[in-house]
């Protein structure tokens, strides 16, 4: 992604304070318009649909037609609320900059813009548009020691991005408590949809009204959080994933953070989000800087065009993975901590048989770690359970032709390990006399020390080059309570997320081409910061498929599918005690990262026989799922849900049908595929592997398909009228291929 730069004449480059300067970045049918009048804190004059080539006049008339009446009994003049809100401009909504000095001052800035730079280049002309770029904004408030470095780009996938650096350039310190970048939406943006959730049940949407005062999402969990706000969206009453006009804003953070809508009783609605600082963690020394976290906001017309933009900004990144992702095979429902080299060995024989690339040997291969009671935080191969060392295994995994996974959890410990013991200063506690609560027996390493952050490194670093490892399963099982310097009691979450990045950092770099699965409980820690250092998320703990279509369906709101484990498991689910057919568990496995999490051991020779199957179509199919646009039908309170994958021209898609409950009237429903050419005549074929799904009813069109080798349909009828739903017993699930066989004939 190359951002189109635009030609600056060198005549005009001298910055003149207190200009005016009106901006629009437009990229993928999106426009920015960002105003700089006088030099005041820039502004988003408009962020939406694509507004076209507008001329300085068309500027000046968006950035005016922005510009609300003076109010009875409010500020003299418009208020005027900036990407980082600010009482001086007349905002009474939460500030976007709030901190202070020891002798009280410093809390209410008065920020204002100094220089601009449009991908690098300086901006002195009045109007500028141009495609996708980066505007860099250097702010300050010099009574107060205050300087800003805004930046604001718009990527070529239409997706915009801010963030923003405080640096304390005044005398004293400046204890800095919050410090948001916000995105305005336009005010009959009237619902707003986040999401919610718990462990094993992450990502449940909300949906309530935009009202006055602060939807406040605040994280204080030190990860990204099974409950997280994940995407904060505000649109158009009623909006769904094809159709409705949508706004979306994502913390791309790690750490404590927060997601906010806030409308004032203007009628003004901002939607934001930066990290949550605790009390006392952040005192800027004069001279020193905090660089807040990436703010993604997403446009699009439904929910399926803003989770697009993400998507495609994410695949094109050079470290995306491939799309070959390599089928996956994780042991932790199958043997949890009974490690054993035989069991083992012949699991490996027995995924390898089925066409799996990838086995990952999860927790207890290390220490004393034969529960969850001790041994976290040593990373030593357990002379008890592993005698000769992983190389048996690894070795055993690698001539089979798969690669070799291994779990770590690197930020955290037991109170009974050899780590613990040896620096009992490394635990974070709120003082040497206090520990936090223990959470599934463990405490959290602080890896702002030094010395802790090499130790774990290096511990991590000789497994790695001991073994032929090409990948880690990186979990992260307890919240951060009370987490500060054991020494001085300062809070250090802040640190601690910035540490675990670079922990991160560092193995990747010490270890080309090594891929790391972010895993936290399960899925509480998908976010986009930490998606630039890891290649995929471990949606959950609950493979229960019924509850992964869900789950899924969601996590996909921001993250393509290729960045989304997703498993079949047992027939029985360990975490619901519920009961599915293979069949439905893996149709609902096979729209992500597919992986296999089962006792094979414990599996049918049908059973097999048919995973194998299924494995086979994910290999055929991975580089259209793992490529396409991902496509969700509104489809009201059916029980039917269809999703699928189209490609990119609209030749080739795969759809899903799941019935998740049972319905509740007779079945009159038709099937509309969304992201189709109604222009085009496709072959639509039904996949069946294994037994036909129970209850099924198939209307007519699709016995003729079943018969014959597909039916050919007229795309108008696949996307306008649709054709008739099948009946499904619940908790049953059909696949359709279909492939463009030319044009309709007028
Ligand atoms: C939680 C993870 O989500 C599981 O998949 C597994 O790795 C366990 N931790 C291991 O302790």
Redesign the pocket.
């Known amino acids: 992604m190359s951002p189109h730069r635009i030609p600056v004449d060198p005549a005009v480059l001298a910055p003149s304070p207190g200009a005016t300067h009106r901006i629009h970045l437009s990229a993928a049918g999106v426009s920015v318009v960002l105003d700089v009048t006088d030099g005041r804190l820039p502004a988003i004059a408009h962020w939406g649909a694509a507004l076209g080539a507008l001329g300085p006049e068309g500027l000046d008339a968006v950035c005016e037609a922005a510009v609300e009446p003076v109010a009875n009994n409010a500020v003299d003049v418009p208020v005027r609320i900036g990407i980082i809100p600010q009482q001086s401009d007349g905002w009474i909504g939460r500030p976007g900059l709030s901190g202070s000095r020891p002798d009280g001052s410093g809390w209410a800035p008065r920020l204002h813009t100094r220089t601009l730079a449009l991908n690098e280049l300086p901006v002195t002309a009045a109007h500028v548009e141009t495609g996708a770029g980066t505007l860099r904004c250097d702010l300050a408030d010099e009574q107060l020691g205050l300087a800003v470095a805004l930046e604001v780009e718009l990527l070529a996938s239409g997706l915009l991005r801010m963030r923003a650096a405080l640096t304390n350039t005044g005398e004293t310190p400046y204890a800095l408590d919050e410090l948001t970048v916000t995105v305005p939406v336009p005010s009959d943006a009237d619902e707003l949809l986040d999401f919610a959730g718990r462990w094993a049940k992450e990502r449940t949407p909300q949906r309530r009204a935009f009202t006055v005062g602060t939807h406040l999402r605040e994280n204080r969990r030190g990860r990204t959080g099974p409950d997280a706000a994940h995407v904060l969206h505000a649109g158009r009453p009623g909006f769904g994933f094809r159709h409705g006009e949508v706004w979306g804003v994502h913390t791309a953070f790690s750490g404590n953070h927060r997601h906010l809508a806030e409308q004032t009783n203007t009628g003004a609605r901002l939607l934001g989000g930066g990290e949550l600082l605790l009390p006392g963690e952040l005192r800027l020394a004069p001279g020193q800087q905090y660089r807040g976290p990436w703010l993604y906001a997403s446009y699009g017309e439904g929910l399926d065009a803003v989770a697009a933009r993400f998507h495609r900004h994410l695949r094109s990144r050079p470290h995306h993975v491939s799309t070959r992702r390599p089928v996956t095979l ?1 042991v ?1 429902e199958a043997v949890y901590f009974d490690h054993d080299l035989a069991r083992l060995t012949d699991l490996a024989d027995r995924a390898a048989a089925l066409g799996v690339e990838r086995f990952v040997l ?2 207890g291969w290390f220490g004393s770690r034969r529960d ?1 009671t001790s041994g976290l935080g040593d990373w030593v191969v357990s002379d008890d359970v592993w005698p000769d060392g992983l190389g048996p295994l690894i070795d055993h995994v690698t001539d089979l032709g798969m690669e070799f996974g291994l ?1 770590f ?1 690197p930020e955290m410990v037991n109170e009974d390990s050899d780590v613990a013991r040896a620096h009992p200063e490394w635990i974070m506690a709120p003082s040497p006399d206090r520990m936090p609560l223990p959470s599934r027996n463990q405490q959290v390493l602080n890896l702002s020390i030094p010395a802790a952050f090499e130790h774990v490194l290096g511990q991590m670093n000789a497994v790695l080059e001991t073994y032929d490892i090409g990948y880690l ?1 990186w ?1 992260h ?1 307890r919240d951060l309570l009370e987490a500060a310097t054991r020494s001085s009691g300062h809070a250090a979450v802040h640190e601690q997320t910035l540490a675990t990045y670079r922990l991160m950092d560092a193995l990747k770099q010490a270890h080309p081409g090594l891929e790391i699965e972010s ?4 899925g509480a820690r998908v976010d986009l910061e930490v998606l630039e250092r890891t290649d995929r998320v ?1 949606v959950s ?1 609950c493979i229960d498929p019924l509850e992964r279509q869900q789950m899924n369906r969601w996590t996909s709101q921001l993250i393509p599918l290729e960045l989304m484990g997703s498993h079949i498991a047992s027939g029985r689910s360990h975490t619901t005690g519920r009961l599915h057919t293979l069949g439905f568990r893996a149709a609902s496995a096979l729209f992500g990262h597919l992986g296999i999490e089962w006792d094979l051991a414990r599996a049918s020779e049908a059973e097999l026989a048919e995973l194998r199957e299924w494995i086979t179509l994910f290999t055929q199919h991975r580089e259209l799922l793992f490529t396409g646009d991902l496509v969700r039908a509104d489809r009201g309170e059916t029980s039917l849900w269809l999703h699928g994958v189209v490609s990119e021209h609209a030749d080739e898609a795969l759809f899903t049908l799941a019935a998740v409950t049972r319905s509740g009237e007779s079945h009159q429903e038709r099937l509309r595929f969304p992201g189709l050419d109604a222009e085009a005549l496709y072959r639509i074929r039904p996949l069946q592997i294994g037994e036909r799904p129970s209850g099924l009813g198939a209307p007519a069109w699709l016995r003729r398909a079943a018969d014959a080798d597909g039916l050919l349909v007229p795309g108008a009828v696949l996307v306008r009228s649709g054709l008739a739903a099948p009946l499904l017993d619940p908790e049953q699930a059909l696949l359709f291929s279909l492939r463009r066989e030319g044009e309709r004939t007028r």
């Open positions: 994780n932790w999860d927790d969850d779990w959890e399963k979990d099982n895993c936290s409980s399960g471990w703990d």
